[in-house]
């Protein structure tokens, strides 16, 4: 069954028919992201899926990478907003990590432009819509981290490292584990080994936790 025609729409012309016009390409590209990878994304393919002729997409954004920034921020927004949701002062570090680890991983699309992110769509945007997409990361991270001192009885001043801390920790932590599962291959024991070491340890949920009392100890000294 062919799939059914998407919507002709025609040029926005107001400033709210422009920003609801932006929140629509933006809506549509996560859902494409997901289904095609970060490989298989295209101006082409978000044309179809939208109904918006390619030539008016690149009036909203110049390159593929600008549309995948601006996910990203928006990603990073509903993070965040999920993270805080379930905050509390007092809570256990262990707690914490949990849920870090748990509301990071809800959408597969936060951690895929998160693992490209300065390596390959930072460099691929024009400075003013980097500049504008750091200053709402600032933003975002300038919101939560007293948030996040709260709740876990850091210094004033702490929550913001501890985030670009965790976030490059749980990164690595899931890239990791991508491997091949070694179940699924004839290996000598001492490589098996060697390989389960990577995947059936939990490496954020153990080490997590230590850099948050490092950072809590440093702080007092």
Known sequence: MSEPARPRYQRAR????KAERRR?????????LRSTGFEGFSMALLARKTGIAKGTLYLYFETREEV????????????????????????????FVALFQATAGADPNFLTLRARLESVIEHNVSL???VEA??????????????LERALGL????????????????????????????????LPEDVAEFMRLHT???????????LIAGLRESSRA
């Open 68 to 95: 995948l920034l601006a996910l990203y921020v928006e990603t990073l927004a509903a993070w965040s907003r999920a993270l805080v949701a379930r905050l509390r002062d007092g809570m256990e570090d262990g707690e």
């Open 200 to 210: 059936e340890i939990d490496l954020f949920r153990e080490t997590a936790p230590l």
């Open 14 to 17: 107001r400033d709210a028919e």
């Open 155 to 186: 210094a004033p001043g702490t929550g913001a490292r501890l985030l670009v801390s965790l976030g490059a920790l749980h990164l690595g932590a899931e890239q990791s584990n991508t491997g091949p599962a070694v179940a699924s291959l004839d």
């Open 128 to 130: 003013p819509r980097l």
């Open 134 to 147: 750091k200053r709402a990361m600032r933003d975002l991270v300038g919101e939560l981290a007293p948030r």
């Open 24 to 32: 629509a390409i933006l809506a549509a590209a996560g859902a494409l």
